[in-house]
């Protein structure tokens, strides 16, 4: 009986360390592929993701500017406030691409432009913080930056970053790019839209 016990001691410990062993494997597998599936040369392997590619390249968080700073698509485009939402939403957003580009046209089954005025659905604060996090005092010396962020920060508006910065960051001469690549299934950019969301970062809204 006690040989038995000890064997099954022996079982249990043996079990606890190939299972611990199993699990550092898995997760750094999983570490691995979600930093390898994380930056503009992976997504820019979807044909369709040329355009935004490009233009992307050619912005400051794209790698174009003085500094040499370049962001990761997953900086703006996926969730920071917690690993959990960070991984269920990658999973998420993965798995839309891949059924957009296997089982529809992704060039005329998505009106791109379109999709432009649904920034914040796909673009998160918390990603743009977990970068600008000294945002708040940095501004503190430009009256014309620091209304908005000082609105922002203290709830005084619902306004997420990329509703006013829509048309400045991310994504250079990104309609061109649509355009060149799209041809004649591109759909422009309505124009009242534009001169609307101009207008909305030109005068915002703040208290005094």
């Given at each position: 009986?006690?040989?038995?016990?000890?064997?099954?001691?022996?079982?249990?410990?043996?079990?606890?360390?190939?299972?611990?062993?199993?699990?550092?494997?898995?997760?750094?597998?999983?570490?691995?592929?979600?930093?390898?599936?994380?930056?503009?040369?992976?997504?820019?392997s979807?044909?369709?993701?040329?355009?935004?590619?490009?233009?992307?390249?050619?912005?400051?968080?794209?790698?174009?500017?003085?500094?040499?700073?370049?962001?990761?698509?997953?900086?703006?485009?996926?969730?920071?406030?917690s690993?959990?939402?960070?991984?269920?939403?990658?999973?998420?957003?993965?798995?839309?691409?891949?059924?957009?580009?296997?089982?529809?046209?992704?060039?005329?089954?998505?009106?791109?432009?379109?999709?432009?005025?649904?920034?914040?659905?796909?673009v998160?604060?918390?990603?743009?913080?977990?970068?600008?996090?000294?945002?708040?005092?940095?501004?503190?010396s430009?009256?014309?930056?620091?209304?908005?962020?000082?609105?922002?920060?203290?709830?005084?508006?619902?306004?997420?970053?990329v509703?006013?910065?829509?048309?400045?960051?991310?994504?250079?001469?990104?309609?061109?790019?649509?355009?060149?690549?799209?041809?004649?299934?591109?759909?422009?950019?309505p124009?009242?839209s534009?001169?609307?969301?101009?207008?909305?970062?030109?005068?915002?809204?703040?208290?005094?």
């Open positions: 009986m006690k040989e038995l016990i000890r064997k099954n001691r022996y079982l249990v410990l043996l079990i606890f360390v190939l299972g611990g062993i199993v699990g550092m494997v898995f997760s750094l597998i999983s570490a691995e592929f979600i930093e390898k599936t994380a930056d503009d040369k992976f997504c820019g979807c044909h369709i993701m040329q355009p935004e590619v490009k233009a992307f390249l050619q912005d400051s968080h794209g790698g174009n500017n003085k500094v040499g700073f370049k962001a990761k698509c997953v900086d703006c485009h996926l969730p920071h406030d690993v959990t939402h960070y991984v269920i939403q990658k999973a998420r957003s993965g798995l839309n691409d891949i059924i957009g580009n296997v089982f529809f046209n992704p060039k005329t089954h998505v009106n791109w432009e379109e999709r432009r005025k649904k920034a914040k659905e796909y998160f604060d918390s990603g743009c913080l977990h970068c600008h996090t000294n945002l708040r005092n940095a501004t503190s430009n009256l014309k930056s620091f209304l908005p962020h000082r609105d922002y920060f203290e709830k005084y508006t619902k306004k997420t970053c509703e006013c910065h829509i048309n400045k960051v991310g994504h250079q001469n990104l309609s061109q790019h649509l355009k060149d690549y799209l041809k004649k299934d591109y759909r422009p950019y124009e009242n534009l001169k609307q969301e101009a207008l909305k970062t030109t005068h915002p809204n703040t208290k005094e």
